[in-house]
């Protein structure tokens, strides 16, 4: 497709989030002809999502966040227009309207808008102008978090609404930058419910009672009181708790209001075949986490980058298609780790299940026909490169083998990763692809790898080194 009278497509992405940058990235190493230009509602350039919760620890700074910086669009001829909020989409007059009334013609559109925040239904938590009670702070964006970090200082007690892993994570950062009192309430009957098992979340519970954090499960907050310097938040079951900051965390909804509103087909997302384009207008696009591919709508970094990098091969003109997301999810936080590949509490299959309490401790496998079809590990990760790699190939596992990748290693010294050993899920990076790299900003330029959940640091540090030790060690 070209533009007018055989000019260069004009290709528009809606949203600068995590999607739309890997799909510009993709773009730009397959050597895209047309013209790109990427609509950002926020004022900043696109910044790593996930890991805003190390912000609000204090283990990252809020620009070492960025993705791509303005002059790399640049450099690269890429129009980036943030504070561009998009009011409307005219597929008649194959249009965008920004809410100050210009219009940004496409010939092909990318619509990458991710989700939006769903807001607890809390009497007392919207004021009546339509804005959050002062001590009510969403954690979605870079701004929620600079108005949280103000809020912070004179607090002592803060409630997390939402025991998911944003929850999760942005409890312990309140609780290791600040010292705050943090108590957490969860709708569900145990934390991560839809992710793992319930012993899983019973070791989650108990160790968050460790580190200090109070969790109360199968409960709903239902009301905010208002007591002037501090709140109340009381509980469906019950008690009502002080405190003096209250963070949601409750979970997102795909944003498609502008999809629905251009007459495309949207379900619970925006349904896209496995081109990753709109049934209703071969023009339209949509990938991560506003767009729903065989009935499935996704929240996670890994299968938005993967969408993000078939749809900008096809674009290339590669003939590829999406065949579904694998599921891996990650909680990276003080003394409390998570991985999630998978459902491991839906996906049929035999369970193999290690747990100690005491450590703070659970592994589950779901193994079917002798392959690991999905895994939950809580509280130790020295396994999960290697379990991940046997769950990406669908590897044919022996009797005893499911169990053994769950007993701790009796060898003293670390394994040696072989080279393609995946060890950053987010972006597919496998140990030899970081081993070739001379440094870690190396790694995080030419493979995107540690800019995602920002799990494997550790360990692309250490490959790295090792690496740089043996370049040493061949000079004469």
Same mark, same amino acid.
């Given at each position: 497709? *070209?533009?007018?009278?055989?000019?260069?497509?004009?290709?528009?992405?809606?949203?600068?989030?995590?999607?739309?940058?890997?799909?510009?990235?993709?773009?730009?190493?397959?050597?895209?002809?047309?013209?790109?230009?990427?609509?950002? =509602?926020?004022? $900043?350039?696109?910044?790593?999502? /996930?890991?805003?919760?190390?912000?609000?620890?204090?283990?990252?700074?809020?620009?070492?966040?960025?993705?791509?910086?303005?002059?790399?669009?640049?450099?690269? +001829? /890429?129009?980036?227009?943030?504070?561009?909020?998009?009011?409307?989409? =005219?597929?008649?007059h194959g249009d965008v309207m920004l809410v100050d009334g210009t219009l940004v013609p496409f010939d092909r559109l990318v619509l990458a808008t991710g989700a939006i925040p769903t807001l607890?239904?809390?009497?007392?938590?919207?004021?009546? !102008?339509? *804005?959050?009670?002062?001590?009510?702070?969403?954690?979605? *964006?870079?701004? !929620? #978090?600079?108005?949280?970090?103000?809020?912070?200082?004179?607090?002592?007690?803060?409630?997390?609404?939402?025991?998911?892993?944003?929850?999760?994570?942005?409890?312990?950062?309140? *609780?290791?930058?600040?010292?705050?009192?943090?108590?957490?309430?969860? +709708?569900?009957?145990?934390?991560?419910?839809?992710q793992v098992p319930p012993p899983a979340g019973a070791v989650l519970r108990r160790s968050l009672a460790r580190l200090g954090t109070t969790v109360y499960t199968g409960a709903r907050a239902?009301?905010?009181?208002?007591?002037?310097?501090?709140?109340?938040?009381?509980?469906?079951?019950?008690?009502?708790?002080?405190? =003096?900051?209250?963070?949601?965390?409750?979970?997102?909804?795909?944003?498609?209001?502008?999809?629905?509103?251009?007459?495309?087909?949207?379900?619970?997302?925006?349904?896209?075949?496995?081109?990753?384009?709109?049934?209703?207008?071969?023009?339209?696009?949509? /990938?991560?986490? &506003?767009?729903?591919?065989?009935?499935?709508?996704?929240?996670?970094?890994?299968?938005?980058?993967?969408?993000?990098?078939?749809?900008?091969?096809?674009?290339?003109?590669?003939?590829?298609?999406?065949?579904?997301?694998?599921?891996?999810?990650?909680?990276?936080?003080?003394?409390?780790?998570?991985?999630?590949?998978? !459902?491991?509490?839906?996906?049929?299959?035999?369970?193999?299940?290690?747990?100690?309490?005491?450590? +703070?401790?659970?592994?589950?496998?779901?193994?079917?026909?002798?392959?690991?079809?999905?895994?939950?590990?809580?509280?130790?990760?020295?396994?999960?490169?290697? /379990?991940?790699?046997?769950?990406?190939?669908?590897?044919?596992?022996?009797?005893?083998?499911?169990?053994?990748?769950?007993?701790?290693?009796? $060898?003293?010294?670390?394994?040696?990763?072989?080279?393609?050993?995946?060890? &950053?899920? &987010?972006?597919?990076? @496998?140990?030899?692809?970081?081993?070739? &790299?001379?440094?870690?900003?190396?790694?995080?330029?030419?493979?995107?790898?540690? @800019?995602? #959940?920002?799990? #494997?640091?550790?360990?692309?540090?250490?490959?790295?080194?090792?690496?740089?030790?043996?370049?040493?060690?061949? $000079?004469?």
């Amino acid at each position: 497709m *070209s533009g007018p009278a055989g000019a260069r497509e004009r290709l528009v992405v809606v949203g600068n989030g995590m999607a739309a940058t890997r799909l510009v990235e993709g773009l730009v190493a397959g050597g895209y002809a047309g013209e790109v230009t990427v609509l950002g =509602d926020e004022p $900043v350039p696109a910044y790593n999502r /996930i890991l805003l919760s190390a912000v609000l620890e204090g283990t990252h700074a809020a620009d070492a966040l960025t993705l791509r910086s303005p002059q790399w669009y640049a450099e690269h +001829g /890429i129009t980036l227009r943030t504070g561009s909020r998009v009011l409307a989409v =005219d597929r008649d007059h194959g249009d965008v309207m920004l809410v100050d009334g210009t219009l940004v013609p496409f010939d092909r559109l990318v619509l990458a808008t991710g989700a939006i925040p769903t807001l607890p239904p809390v009497r007392g938590l919207v004021r009546a !102008d339509g *804005s959050l009670h002062p001590r009510v702070h969403a954690f979605r *964006s870079l701004a !929620d #978090c600079e108005g949280l970090l103000e809020a912070v200082p004179g607090a002592r007690r803060a409630v997390v609404v939402g025991g998911g892993l944003l929850g999760l994570q942005v409890a312990r950062a309140l *609780s290791v930058r600040a010292g705050l009192d943090v108590e957490v309430v969860e +709708g569900g009957e145990h934390l991560l419910h839809r992710q793992v098992p319930p012993p899983a979340g019973a070791v989650l519970r108990r160790s968050l009672a460790r580190l200090g954090t109070t969790v109360y499960t199968g409960a709903r907050a239902v009301r905010l009181h208002d007591h002037g310097g501090s709140v109340g938040v009381r509980l469906d079951t019950g008690p009502v708790l002080d405190t =003096d900051l209250v963070v949601l965390t409750a979970g997102g909804r795909p944003s498609t209001a502008l999809a629905r509103a251009a007459g495309l087909e949207v379900r619970r997302g925006v349904v896209v075949d496995d081109h990753l384009t709109s049934p209703t207008d071969p023009r339209v696009h949509a /990938i991560g986490d &506003c767009a729903e591919h065989r009935g499935v709508t996704t929240g996670f970094v890994p299968p938005a980058w993967e969408q993000a990098q078939l749809l900008a091969a096809r674009l290339c003109g590669s003939d590829v298609a999406h065949e579904g997301s694998r599921s891996v999810a990650r909680l990276r936080a003080t003394d409390l780790d998570v991985a999630v590949l998978g !459902d491991p509490v839906h996906e049929p299959g035999e369970v193999v299940e290690v747990a100690n309490p005491l450590a +703070g401790r659970h592994a589950r496998l779901v193994v079917r026909d002798g392959v690991v079809v999905a895994a939950a590990l809580v509280g130790d990760l020295g396994r999960v490169g290697l /379990i991940t790699q046997h769950y990406d190939r669908g590897t044919v596992l022996g009797p005893t083998e499911p169990g053994d990748l769950l007993l701790p290693d009796p $060898v003293a010294a670390p394994p040696v990763l072989p080279d393609d050993a995946e060890v &950053c899920a &987010c972006a597919g990076v @496998t140990a030899g692809a970081v081993r070739a &790299c001379a440094s870690l900003a190396e790694v995080r330029e030419t493979t995107r790898a540690t @800019t995602g #959940c920002g799990g #494997c640091a550790s360990v692309c540090a250490s490959l790295v080194g090792r690496a740089g030790e043996r370049r040493r060690a061949v $000079v004469p």
